[in-house]
């Protein structure tokens, strides 16, 4: 099948704001390449080399974005409204447009291999690896092993937010609990919650696409009698209480959500929410506690933040 690759070149800034106009247009599946994230990388205490250092060597400097749109007769209104809505439309610090549009044709091939190349062993927290299904990694003896194909699913446990939500989870997962994944993407989160002891975990997405990813790579970690998964939206179809929720989403639908979540959550169970740029932290704990939910932490890494709250 042949796709059209619709590529941006934008800032680290403008970067949600491109992803969330891709999304709303119907886009298929992002890919997001920032050279700063690998050489802050390099830069760490814990370099892996785990990224091609032939990324380094593009041309241009700022982000990328990669959106597949698969041909169809609509599809160069869908091109001409991104352009409009990225190149020529002004947001708030973005008085000349957000970026630059270009497309490209691609096979489904093509495209499912290249991505692979950015994608390594990565080392989570205090033992959790999130590790390619196709890389070789040699396992420590504390280290738990998550074997990972997102596929076209979002989720490959290198982004911030999911990094975040990983390292709640480590925290505050006991053996036997009830967890939660509400918009669970490739089903990352649902299985490493199974992995840490968690009795039962359903996953929910509203994209099929996710539904079936998050089924597969449960069967690969051999958690799939642990995890249960639901097409729907939100909470709409979980019943019955958990002593975990975790939501990586964005700030609005956390909020949106935030009405209905004590009927969903155990006396002292806890909400690990991510998806969150800085600028809407307040925004979030404003709408936690207005609903008798404490703060317990704020995380924060790069732009992004992780609001970890319980029932008052």
């Known amino acids: 099948m042949k796709w059209i690759e619709v590529q941006i070149k934008t800032t680290t800034e403008a970067e949600e704001i491109v992803a969330n106009i ?26 892996w080399d785990f990224i091609d250092p032939s990324i380094l060597n593009q041309d241009y400097e700022g982000v990328i974005i990669k959106g597949y749109f698969p041909e169809s007769e609509d599809l160069i209104d869908k091109i001409e409204l991104i352009r409009d809505s990225i190149e020529k439309s002004s947001y708030s610090g973005f008085d000349k447009g957000l970026g630059e549009v270009t497309t490209s044709e691609v096979y489904e091939k093509d495209w499912a291999e290249a991505w692979k190349k950015y994608y390594k062993p990565k080392k989570i927290g205090e033992k959790i690896v999130i590790k390619p299904t196709w890389e070789e990694y040699e396992k420590a003896d504390n280290q738990i092993i998550i074997e990972l194909d997102p596929g076209m699913a979002f989720g490959t446990g290198t982004h911030e937010t999911t990094i975040m939500c990983i390292e709640a989870l ?68 979980v019943e019955g209480k958990a002593d975990i929720i975790v939501s990586n989403i964005i700030a609005e639908i956390i909020i949106n959500m935030v009405d209905s979540l004590k009927d969903y959550l155990k006396e002292d169970g806890i909400f690990i929410a991510s998806g969150i740029i800085t600028e809407k932290i307040d925004m979030v704990k404003d709408a936690l506690e207005k609903n008798g939910f404490e703060i317990i932490d704020v995380v924060t890494m790069k732009d992004w933040a992780c609001i970890i709250s319980t029932i008052k």
């Open 170 to 237: 480590e925290k505050y997962v006991k053996e036997g609990n009830t967890v939660y994944d509400i918009g669970c993407g490739s089903g990352i989160l649902g299985i490493a919650a199974a992995k840490l002891g968690a009795q039962k975990v359903i996953g929910v997405d509203l994209d099929e696409v996710c539904i079936r990813v998050s089924k597969e790579n449960a069967e690969l970690n051999k958690v799939d009698d642990k995890i249960s998964l639901r097409q729907g939206n939100l909470l709409d179809v």
């Open 22 to 47: 891709m999304y709303e247009l119907g886009v298929t599946g992002l890919a997001i390449e920032d050279p700063n994230d690998i050489l802050a990388f390099q830069q760490s205490e814990e370099d």
